[in-house]
C-alpha cells in the first residue's frame, strides 16, 4: 500500500514517518521471538537495508544512501537487549528474597 501512490501520503509523513517505522519495528520484534533471536544474533554487527531502489531505508544503487531500516533495527536489538537484561536483573531479584 505504501508505493501505491494513487493513495495520498499524509501531509506530515516526512516529518513522522521514522517514528512509525520505529514503532512498528519494535511491535514486531517484541511480539515474535523467532525474529527477535535473529535479530539479537546479529551481534554488534552493522545492519544495511540492502536495496538499489531506496536510498532513505536502505543504501540505494550507490551504498551511500541514509539506510533508515538499518539504523532503525540496530536501535531496536540495543533496546532489546537493554529490556532483556532489565527483565534478567528483576528476576534476579525476585528469586533472592
Given at each position: 500500500m505504501g508505493r501505491d501512490r494513487s493513495r495520498p501520503l499524509r501531509r506530515d509523513w516526512e516529518r513522522i514517518?521514522?517514528?512509525?517505522?520505529?514503532r512498528a519495528v519494535t511491535?514486531?520484534?517484541?511480539?515474535?521471538?523467532d525474529i527477535r533471536a535473529i535479530l539479537l544474533d546479529t551481534g554488534?554487527?552493522?545492519?544495511?537495508?540492502?536495496?538499489?531502489?531506496?536510498?532513505?531505508?536502505?543504501r540505494g544503487r550507490?551504498?551511500?544512501?541514509k539506510n533508515m531500516l538499518?539504523?532503525?533495527?540496530m536501535r531496536t536489538r540495543t533496546q532489546?537487549?537493554?529490556?532483556?537484561?532489565?527483565?534478567a536483573?528483576?528476576?534476579?531479584?525476585?528469586?533472592?528474597?
Open positions: 514517518k521514522d517514528d512509525v517505522m520505529r511491535a514486531k520484534f517484541t511480539a515474535h521471538a554488534d554487527e552493522e545492519i544495511v537495508e540492502d536495496t538499489s531502489t531506496d536510498r532513505y531505508w536502505g550507490s551504498g551511500t544512501g538499518g539504523r532503525i533495527l532489546l537487549r537493554a529490556d532483556l537484561t532489565q527483565n536483573n528483576t528476576q534476579g531479584r525476585r528469586q533472592r528474597r
